[in-house]
Nanobody
Framework: QLQLVESGGGLVQPGGSLRLSCVGP????????IGWFRQAPGKEREGVSC????????DYVDSVKGRFTISRDNAKNTVYLQMNSLKPEDTAVYFC????????????????WGQGTQVTVSS
């Protein structure tokens, strides 16, 4: 069982920034593709971004391109999601998840999930 722990959520005004972190077990997380997902009340879980195990490749949903950046530091067992120019529609619970395969924004393909962190964008 791979345990993932998200942090970094909070309340931010429109146009503000947050950086989410996803920490996994040492010597293990580096072998997984990691994805960030979000789920707003009454909506389906949506893929936001994902990054390959090496960090050399990434993908983003169109609605966050140019605003969000995913990165990873395998020495720290951590994957980050830098979120800039936040909008009210970014409000959701954000989850990280691990996949043994290649890049995907489909949540059904992920095997392990964290508990989520709340992001609220409001004035």
């Amino acid at each position: 069982q791979l345990q993932l722990v998200e942090s970094g959520g909070g309340l931010v005004q429109p146009g503000g920034s947050l950086r989410l972190s996803c920490v996994g077990p040492p010597f293990t997380l580096e072998y997984y593709t990691i994805g960030w997902f979000r789920q707003a009340p009454g909506k389906e879980r949506e893929g936001v971004s994902c990054i390959s195990s090496s960090g050399g490749s990434a993908d983003y949903v169109d609605s966050v391109k140019g605003r969000f950046t995913i990165s990873r530091d395998n020495a720290k067992n951590t994957v980050y999601l830098q979120m800039n120019s936040l909008k009210p529609e970014d409000t959701a619970v954000y989850f990280c998840a691990a996949l043994t395969g290649w890049l995907s924004l489909n949540p059904d393909e992920y095997d392990y999930w964290g508990q989520g962190t709340q992001v609220t964008v409001s004035s």
